[in-house]
């Protein structure tokens, strides 16, 4: 089976099929509803990114739920489009765990290009609404705002040739997907200092790659901060850990028999972690400054609402990440709030030792010279009253960077 053939993609070619050619179904779904009516909603994740399984269209009522795949337990991720729907209103019932977030679905009326939150309004529990315009051929729904390869490349798009980035690759997936691996900043080997930048160990976990995409803006913007940046520090960015993740629509956290971000023991399952514990030990030449790895939390509740570090068992480590935080929160100008209050310590709600397992951050803890080694984790959707967005994700980061430079600054 092709790769994006799942078999819940199958089954949803099944259902197009059955309302398309109902005398040739190959099985039965379940509809009380006139065919003329129902043949013309399509609805399918056939695209970077996508997952969704239907369970069946009745009357107005679409009843979905996300494909959870190798995923252990339950997770919320979902990805899916509808075509077909002009004028009608429709229900969309998820059918599985708890799968909508704070300020309902995004969604998108241009393919993906732009996307909105459909707002509370939209969604009573695991049930969101939609009045489809009359001209509106194909919308997209997604849990949080999607953020796939393409998305990526686009960005890159705006600093083609610019003279302190380096596109280069880390590895091949093991379906022969590219992992990107930018250099960002001082490339000529002579930096002063040096920053690890990981983002989607967690493939489901989009919008903290929006605050990345922020941090390099930042550092490419040609500003007194960019400028010094350039002069002194060397980035070192892998913006897809899992990237066949990201790619397939998988949800990637808690995968079995574990995911990418706890593969940092032993011998790694994962090529892209394989092959960034071979060369960062070599590229940072026994001084790294700072390692961020770039997270989003749980849908809603205590701690999955606000922006905070997540810290190790180090205490010198969660001291400096201390000393950043106070700068952040000093030195921050975008919409998204930062108190260094909500930063979760070691041993603290659900930051407990977890077994003989390693995540990317304890094993940068763990490498020579190393300054900052922490997670930081950006809700999906609110965080601290504010909506999280691209835009606003984007000026989160330019905040992380800002802080970056004013904490290096004091590093010698
Ligand atoms: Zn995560």
Redesign the pocket.
């Known amino acids: 089976m092709p790769a994006w053939l799942s078999s819940s993609n199958a089954f949803i070619l099944g259902l197009v099929f059955t309302f398309a050619f109902p005398w040739l179904a190959p099985c039965a779904v379940e509809t009380d509803t006139p065919l003329s009516a129902a043949s013309s909603i399509r609805i399918d994740c056939d695209f970077p990114g996508g997952n969704i399984v239907l369970d069946s269209i009745v009357g107005d009522t679409v009843s979905l739920h996300q494909d959870l795949r190798d995923t252990a337990g339950n997770w919320f991720y979902w990805y899916f489009r509808v075509r077909g729907a002009e004028g009608r209103n429709l229900v969309f019932r998820f059918t599985k765990s708890k799968c909508i977030g704070v300020f309902g679905p995004a969604a998108s009326s241009d393919g993906g290009k732009t996307w909105r939150w459909l707002g509370k309004g939209a969604f009573s529990g695991q049930t969101f609404r939609y009045a489809f315009g009359r001209d509106e051929r194909e919308v997209r729904f997604c849990f949080a705002i999607p953020y796939v390869e393409a998305n990526f490349r686009e960005f890159l798009k705006r600093f083609a040739a610019h003279p302190h980035l380096k596109v280069d690759t880390l590895c091949r997936t093991k379906k022969g997907r590219e992992v990107e691996r930018l250099h960002v900043g001082r490339l000529d080997g002579k930096a002063d200092r040096r920053v690890l930048l990981t983002c989607r160990?967690?493939c489901c976990?989009m919008m903290a790659s929006y605050a990345l995409e922020g941090i390099i803006e930042a550092v490419l913007a040609g500003d007194a901060d960019g400028q010094w940046l350039c002069d002194h520090v060397e980035f070192l960015v892998v913006p897809f850990m899992d990237k066949d993740g990201v790619e397939d629509g998988d949800q990637g956290?808690n995968r079995k028999p574990h995911d990418h971000?706890r593969d940092y023991a032993g011998e790694s399952l994962y090529e892209s972690v394989r092959a960034l514990r071979a060369l960062v030990p070599t590229w940072s030449k026994g001084r790294l400054d700072f390692a961020l790895d770039m997270?989003?939390p749980y849908i809603s509740g205590q701690y999955n609402e606000f922006v905070y570090f997540v810290g190790g068992p180090n205490q010198d480590i969660w001291e400096r990440v201390g000393e950043f935080s106070r700068i952040l929160e000093q030195t921050r100008t975008g919409p998204i709030p930062y108190v260094a209050q909500n930063n979760l310590p070691f041993g603290k709600a659900w930051n407990q030792e977890s077994g003989p397992l390693k995540s990317f951050a304890r094993w940068a803890a763990e490498l020579p010279g190393i300054g900052v080694a922490t997670t930081i984790e950006i809700p999906y959707a609110h965080a601290s009253g504010t909506t999280v967005t691209a835009d606003t994700a984007r000026a989160l980061g330019r905040d992380l960077a800002r802080a970056m430079k004013a904490y290096l600054q004091t590093r010698r």
């Open positions: 160990h967690h976990e956290k971000n997270h989003c």
